[in-house]
């Protein structure tokens, strides 16, 4: 009696565990596409901004890179046929090149060619106003990631702006009753999709930012140390030929040599490597 009992029992526990678990309300799955999708008409432009987010990075890839900017099989060449005085064919070789060095170099020698009576001082200086253009020219590049990174927020909050307006329109139409009042909530949720995507997108960006703009330092760095070793090999010549030798410093070891040299406590050497 006792066992029939408690088997009975148990089965309407049964039965009342799984009727509960018929009644429950299937889990809608969340796509992302769809949320996407529901954040408006801003969402176009966010679109854009993460595409040439996505291309500028891996554009700087390739083209911010030590090679890119000076590489060692262009100081070799160069300084070798500065050695031997081939303006001419430094010329022509530095046209061939598409580095920032050879841009220097070639605005030197061109001066130098079209001014045989040239200084070494006018020298210098037409090199150090180049050097700072191109300089100046890798700095600018990275600055697009941060401008995205301020507009892309200011889009997303537009977007948030223009949602929940949107949702209190349309509760204000319908009387504003309590039950259509919790369409608030679905408005809100609608509106706040461009503010997350706008927050991701400068994220993104602000972060490769920070990445390039450490690697346009080094860059930078290294464009100053061969632009000095060439142009110091170029200016001795001149100085040479004009009769005047420079009082500043000996005749410059060989880039290769600069590199290689020990250097003193608390001086860093610039990197060599590639990026």
Known sequence: MKCSILSAAGFLLSALAASAAG?????????????????GVVMYPLAILSLITVVLILLYFFTIRRNAVVSGKFMDTAENLLKRRDYAGL????????????????????FVVKNPGASASHVRSLAETEGQRQAGSLHTRVTYLADIGSIAPMIGLVGT???MMEAFLEISSQGGKGVRQMELAEGVAKALITTASGLSISILALVFYAF???????????????A???????????????????????APRSYAEQMTRPMPLGVDRPDIHGI
């Open 212 to 226: 390039f703009r450490g690697r346009v330092q080094k860059c930078v760095s290294e464009l100053e140390a061969a």
């Open 23 to 39: 009644t429950e309300p299937p889990v809608k799955q969340i796509n992302v596409l769809e949320v996407i999708a529901q954040g």
């Open 228 to 250: 000095a070793h060439l142009i110091g090999l170029l200016c001795a010549q001149l100085e040479r030929v004009s009769g005047s030798p420079s009082q500043e410093s000996p």
């Open 161 to 163: 702006v223009l949602g």
């Open 91 to 110: 010329n022509e070789f530095c046209r061939s090149q598409g580095q920032s060095m050879a841009r220097v170099t070639e605005k030197a020698v061109n």
